[in-house]
């Protein structure tokens, strides 16, 4: 049980109810773990005395596992990393060491005293003469000074803290360097569904302040209540939170945020009809959000009904509560598989996609269209099945494109990025799995973006031939290029790659069946690749069709590693343009590094000349050697001419 200061081991005679044993843990916090869910209790005999002893093998409510003796901690471990739902990948706070000359120059002896005892300390582990403290002492100066392992940012946003929402409702923040966790607290409340929702609440304006994180969950007690907690993301620290008194179905977070870098987020309730509740509940929220309450629409997938909707919010006589108005419902004769939007956060720099020939497409980037695939229930042996891909836009309900797979079936798995779309199927009469890609494009040329020469002309007569602006309830004609590839292995999560700017081209993260993660290039899931291809082809860069997508060993980011029961794929963008980091959750954890362009932006320690630039200074120095010698000697023999 959690006592104060620790927790209290009690061992009771399951007969008599006599108490045997009674002794105090301080080194198990049991309350910061939400208590003891079980508990596996064993007895031996100590040989110093021949009395009995117990063991206890303690399971957290946390899912944290730790292992007593005797009143002390034999070993613990965090379990409940083997359970993540949701990941975060959000920047170290900055270096706040800051010294000034003299400072500096006080701490000179001091700094080389230190570095000389890592130096001493490095020479007899290498002659295996260190004892167990100093091997402590030396690993804990390495993890100090060494970059990797800093709880600082850097210059290139490699240093990242992974925040992880858990099963049991634990959040945890681990350093991407080795793992480590940085903090962790328990916000499942016993009695009550763990939190099941993460959002990124405030990102401030300036870099000393802190990010913070809104945990979405039941609230214990009555049925029908809502638990808001706000964190903060460098320290753990729990900001606040709020018992709501209506039950959470969506949680809302439209691109309107305060002068404070605080998101403004709208939880929709359970009730009928439904009603959207502005967070924070204070009158500036609010009237930021009526400034953009026309354009705020979200959609429901309903797997029980087979169905979509959409709906918008209308305003109350309260100025804090929002009507959410159905607007338009799509049912399907056939049963929903699955369905995928698209991310608000990506990227996009290009517009267009420039042809071989010089001509343009204009990409299809309405943030509104959602990807939803559905298949016929199953009818007998000798029933042929099929997979229908629908492109469907959420503002205003309408189809914009459709497809049939004759001889496909589920799962389905989807990633959405910019105006493509690549999702992952069974073929049942190939026996394959394949890969299908459905790119969208504008094609309608009252509504395309102004090309070089327009843009030209705009400027220079003050805007007047500006592209007109895009409306749901006005969808332009849309032209959808698509093609399927066979694929060698299943799949079982799907993402892409991102970057700050969205410069560098693509990679299709594939969470592959063998619990590892492959990196494929988006230009072999191009669905203009040609048969044959023409001279503008090959100068467009586009790949030769080949009908079954290449698995090249190298491109499996994971290596010879296997992230046992892979659930998810999470990605974000470093400072550098070239670099996406990857972060695989499953029982195990995976992160890397992934370059899709190569690092093009950062000169590489191996391909770098470093001989060649070592020579040419040699050369130098000895050519300017040269140089002045002779200069000299011309001179002296200029004056007994």
């Not at 004892?131 to 210059?155: F, I, P, V």
């Not at 997938?301 to 607007?327: E, M, R």
């Not at 749901?472 to 993402?495: E, I, N, T």
């Not at 994971?558 to 980091?581: D, I, K, M």
Request: proline fraction near 6%; aromatic fraction near 6%.
């Amino acid at each position: 049980t959690a006592a104060a200061g620790g927790a209290m081991l009690r061992v009771e005679d399951a007969v008599t109810g006599a108490e045997v044993y009674a002794g105090a843990v301080p080194e198990l916090d049991l309350a910061a773990a939400g208590g003891a869910a079980r508990a596996f209790l064993a007895s031996f005999q100590i040989k110093k005395d021949g009395s009995t002893g117990y063991r206890a093998l303690v399971v957290g409510a946390d899912a944290s596992l730790a292992l007593v003796q005797q009143g002390e901690v034999v070993w613990a471990r965090e379990e409940a990393l083997a359970s993540v739902t949701a990941a975060h990948l959000l920047d170290l706070p900055p270096d706040g060491e800051a010294h000034s000359v003299v400072e500096g120059m006080e701490e000179v002896l001091p700094q080389l005293a230190k570095r000389l005892r890592l130096q001493l300390l490095h020479f007899k582990s290498l002659l295996k003469l260190a004892g167990a403290e100093e091997k402590a002492e030396l690993a804990s100066a390495r993890r100090s000074h060494g970059q990797k392992l800093k709880e600082t940012w850097d210059s290139q946003g490699f240093r990242k803290l992974l925040v992880v929402l858990t099963r049991p409702g634990k959040l945890l923040a681990l350093h991407n360097g080795d793992g480590r966790v940085m903090w962790s607290v328990m916000l499942g409340v016993r009695g009550a569904a763990a939190p099941h929702a993460v959002l990124l609440s405030r990102t401030p304006p300036e870099d000393k302040v802190s990010p913070e994180l809104t945990v979405v969950g039941a609230a214990a007690g009555p049925a029908g209540r809502t638990r808001l907690t706000t964190v903060g993301v460098w320290t753990g620290a729990v900001l606040a939170s709020e018992e709501l008194p209506y039950a959470a179905r969506h949680l809302l977070q439209p691109p309107v945020v305060d002068a404070g870098g605080r998101h403004v987020l709208v939880l929709v309730d359970a009730a009928a009809p439904p009603r959207a509740h502005v967070l924070p509940a204070t009158e500036d929220a609010a009237e930021l959000l009526d400034r953009h309450l026309g354009s705020l629409h979200y959609f429901e997938a309903d797997y029980v009904q087979n169905s979509i909707a959409g709906y918008g919010l209308l305003g109350t006589d309260c100025p804090l509560t929002f009507a959410a108005s159905k607007l338009w419902e799509m049912p399907f004769a056939e049963t929903l598989v699955a369905h995928k939007a698209r991310d608000a956060s990506d990227h996009v720099q290009s517009h267009v996609r420039i042809l071989g020939d010089r001509s343009v497409l204009y990409k299809y980037l309405n943030p509104n269209t959602l990807f939803v695939a559905t298949a016929p229930e199953p009818s007998g042996a000798l029933a042929e099945p099929h997979l229908t891909a629908h492109m469907i836009d959420t503002v205003s309900g309408k189809l914009l494109y459709r497809v049939r797979h004759q001889g496909a079936q589920g799962p389905v798995h989807a990633a959405f990025c910019e105006n493509w779309v690549v999702y992952h199927y069974w073929n049942a009469v190939a026996h394959r799995h394949e890969v299908s890609v459905l790119e969208v494009f504008d094609d309608d040329a009252t509504r395309r973006a102004p090309g070089p020469v327009e843009a030209a002309l705009s400027t220079l007569l003050g805007g007047g031939l500006a592209s007109a602006k895009i409306s749901s309830m006005a969808l332009p004609a849309v032209r959808v290029l698509g093609q399927s590839y066979f694929f060698a292995m299943g799949v079982k999560v799907m993402g892409v790659t991102s970057t700050t700017k969205g410069i560098t081209s693509k990679n299709v993260l594939l969470g592959t069946h063998t619990d590892q993660v492959l990196a494929l290039e988006k230009r072999f899931l191009d669905p203009r690749r040609p048969t044959k291809p023409t001279p503008q082809d090959k100068e467009e860069g586009l790949v030769p069709y080949h009908p079954t997508l290449p698995i090249i060993p190298h491109h499996v980011i994971t290596t010879n590693h296997q992230v046992a029961g892979l659930r998810g794929v999470a990605t974000a963008p470093s400072r550098l343009e070239s670099t996406s980091l990857v972060f695989a959750y499953g029982l195990d954890l995976f992160y890397t590094r992934v370059m899709p362009s190569r690092m093009y932006d950062t000169l590489d320690d191996h391909e770098f000349n470093y001989a060649l630039l070592l020579i040419t200074m040699v050369a130098l120095c000895a050519g300017t050697l040269f140089a002045g010698v002779a200069v000299k000697r011309k001179d002296l023999q200029s004056k007994w001419k």
